[in-house]
């Protein structure tokens, strides 16, 4: 028997690992499926009326796969989104005269609402093509996804300890440095909970992206989303259950190949100086890391970001630089047009709406938003009550986390619509008001940004914080006072105001269930717009959506903004 010379050194370094062969099989797999799933963009818009939607359980594969690719191009346009949007809020004061407010408006306009407006715009860019109805709906999950994820990002920007900054300038990092090695790595945690949200925040309203329906214009496009507005139409309960099974197998399947190793890798972005008792471990991760194949892809990219942190920016001469008076005229001439812009689009809609609205319709729809304000305020305040002390006892507990995490995923990614035939189902058997028992479906998705934020808190408390507490003998309630509730202030913040701007967007899904012929219609801002988007009623669209951003600027300008401020005062991490 002829015996093999032993594989050389040399040879072991040309010669693909076992690492190289599973992490390219991942990525030519992506690949392959991408490709597969652009093939249709090209073809008629008339296709998919020839072709409708089927509820067989073999097509849920297909579905699946769509689903999941609008997805993950919609959280790739987040992340750039955020990156960009809110690093100019955060840097700029003047600019976060604009843009914050205008983060308030966006996150209160229902996806319906963006869905009504943009529509036609997205089919007009590829007439008549399937490209069109593509790019609409992954507009409409990336309105789902996108403000969660800025204000996160945004919160952290401006809660990164003054001492880590000032350690980037002593080592001579200039500020394009300092953000990629010190600011974000600092918000990469929480950063990464809220991507998790904002992915299963896009399930909540994956039906309304995926089947189009504003006035006669009428779009289902091959996913979940339109398998189940199918199914409810057609009040077929077992093909709803396979729904929610395809749901949970795409969410683990997320879980597994992307968040999990992401919460690992962010795991050495911690500001302990301790590492953490059970660090978070993930397969996929390891894979990556060990691939020379992947090291060798990606090694331009570093070295890229590794040059530009050497460049300088052109230094400005003293005398050019802006007086204290010369500021104070620019910040006036920058108020004032921050002031005419508003100004113009009250006027614009104003305009718009009186054409063919009566005072006493605009006064409706404002008694209609003070009901859902109602809703929104009680829910908010259980919701909070509720999952704060859980995320805190999650947050501290690595390996629960990893327990919890895809079991909170599926849970927030679970559409109110599947609940609609045990909600309609109950409330016409035992006679229920609509009004109180649709409401609870307005924070069956918002609520989980609560607990996302609140676990990421959590997570991020110092060891030497709680060590100290320790030390001092601090427990029961003085704990919760002292060290708990103050350290992760800040985190739930930001969770509750996306929560709350999430739950109006919710009620437009709450407020009008329906399950096959019977709908349930609870008094509200939600039904109103629900019912002027079937209708095509552009007016009323118009003025639900105004009337849903102011309601929603004021209360974030009058309570959840000033707790912001206090939280990035008081409780900083310094």
Known sequence: MRILPPVSIEARRVLPSRWDVLAAALVLGFIVLFADASRSLVQPLTTLTHTPISLAPSRLPEYAMRTGIRMLIALAVSLVFTFTYATWAAKSQRAAKLLVPLLDILQSVPILGFISITVVFFLSLAPGKIFGAELAAVFAIFTSQAWNMAFSFYQSLRTVPEEMEEAGRLFGLNAWARFWRIEVPFAVPQLIWNMMMSMSGAWFFVVAAEAISVGHTNVALPGIGSYIAVAIAQKNLSAIFWAIGAMLVVILIYDLLLFRPLVAWADRFRIDQEPSDVAPESMILTLFRRSELMDAISKPARSFMHWSYRLAPPSVPLGARANPRQARVADLVWNAIVAGIAVYAVWRIVRFTSASLSFHEVLHAALLGLITLARVVILIALASAFWTPIGIYVGLRPHLTQIVQPIAQFLAAFPANLLFPVAVSIIVALHLNSDIWLSPLMVLGTQWYILFNVIAGASAL???????????????????????????????????????GGSWNASIVAELASWGNQTLRAHGLGAYIADATNAGDFHRIVLGIALMSFFVVVINRLFWRRLYDYAERRFKLA
């Open 462 to 500: 110092p060891r030497e914080l709680r060590d100290v507490a320790e030390n001092l003998q601090v427990h029961g309630w003085l704990w919760w006072q002292k060290v708990a509730l103050p350290g992760v202030f800040p985190y739930y913040v930001t969770g509750a105001i996306t929560a709350s």
